[in-house]
T-cell receptor, first 114, second 108 residues
Framework: DAGVTQSPTHLIKTRGQQVTLRCSPKSGHDTVSWYQQALGQGPQFIFQYYEEEERQRGNFPDRFSGHQFPNYSSELNVNALLLGDSALYLC?????????????FGPGTRLTVT | QQPVQSPQAVILREGEDAVINCSSSKALYSVHWYRQKHGEAPVFLMI?????EQKGHEKISASFNEKKQQSSLYLTASQLSYSGTYFC?????????FGAGTRLTVKP
C-alpha cells in the first residue's frame, strides 16, 4: 500500500521565481492538506483540497495557490518567492468519509530560496 | 490560533514516564497527536474527540478535557524509540492548527 508521496525532495529557487510542488495521496484517501514547516516549529496549515475545491485556508497570502486533480493528487504553487518561504513543505492526506481527519504525511519537499 | 504545548522539551531515562500538555483558547472539536523524528514526516498517533475520551496506543495514552480545552499525552515506561518531537493539533472546520511541539529525548 503506497503511502503519501511528494516530489521533488529538494528544491533550490531564487527570490522572485515560482515553484510547483506535487503530492500523491495515500491509496483510498480523497483529501489533501498542505503545510509549511519552518525549522524547529510545528507545521503551519496552508490549505486543504477536497473534491477538487479548496475547502479551507490558513493565514497564507494569495501567492500560495493549489490544485487538486480528479485522481486526488495535488499541487502547491508559490509565486514571487521570498527568502522567508524557505521551509519544509508537507502534504498530508486523509479520507473525508470517516469524519475523523486522521492524516498521513508525506516525506516533504525541502524548499530553499536564495 | 495555534494550541500551546508544554513543556518545550523533556529528557528522560529509559523506563521513566512523561506527560505532554496541549491547551487551546478556542473550543475544540478534536485533538490530534503526532510524533516527528528528526528529518522525517510527522506520524499519526491518535485522535481524541470531545467528550472526555481517553485513548491508548501501546504505552502511550491521551486524555481530552473538553471543558478545559486541554489534552494531555502520557508516555509510560518510555523506550528509546519514543524520542522525537510531539505535536498536538486542534481541528475546527477542517482547519488544523499545530502547536510548536515538545522535544522528547529518551536516554539509555
Amino acid at each position: 500500500d503506497a503511502g503519501v508521496t511528494q516530489s521533488p525532495t529538494h528544491l533550490i529557487k531564487t527570490r522572485g521565481q515560482q515553484v510547483t510542488l506535487r503530492c500523491s495521496p495515500k491509496s483510498g484517501h480523497d483529501t489533501v492538506s498542505w503545510y509549511q514547516q519552518a525549522l524547529g516549529q510545528g507545521p503551519q496549515f496552508i490549505f486543504q483540497y477536497y473534491e477538487e475545491e479548496e475547502r479551507q485556508r490558513g493565514n497564507f497570502p494569495d501567492r500560495f495557490s493549489g490544485h487538486q486533480f480528479p485522481n486526488y493528487s495535488s499541487e502547491l504553487n508559490v509565486n514571487a518567492l521570498l527568502l522567508g518561504d524557505s521551509a519544509l513543505y508537507l502534504c498530508a492526506s486523509s479520507f473525508a468519509g470517516t469524519g475523523l481527519y486522521e492524516q498521513y504525511f508525506g516525506p516533504g519537499t525541502r524548499l530553499t530560496v536564495t | 490560533q495555534q494550541p500551546v504545548q508544554s513543556p518545550q522539551a523533556v529528557i528522560l531515562r529509559e523506563g521513566e514516564d512523561a506527560v505532554i500538555n496541549c491547551s487551546s483558547s478556542k473550543a475544540l472539536y478534536s485533538v490530534h497527536w503526532y510524533r516527528q523524528k528528526h528529518g522525517e514526516a510527522p506520524v499519526f498517533l491518535m485522535i481524541l474527540l470531545k467528550g472526555g475520551e481517553q485513548k491508548g496506543h501501546e504505552k502511550i495514552s491521551a486524555s481530552f478535557n473538553e471543558k478545559k480545552q486541554q489534552s494531555s499525552l502520557y508516555l509510560t515506561a518510555s523506550q528509546l524509540s519514543y524520542s522525537g518531537t510531539y505535536f498536538c493539533g486542534t481541528e475546527h472546520n477542517n482547519d488544523m492548527r499545530f502547536g510548536a511541539g515538545t522535544r522528547l529525548t529518551v536516554k539509555p
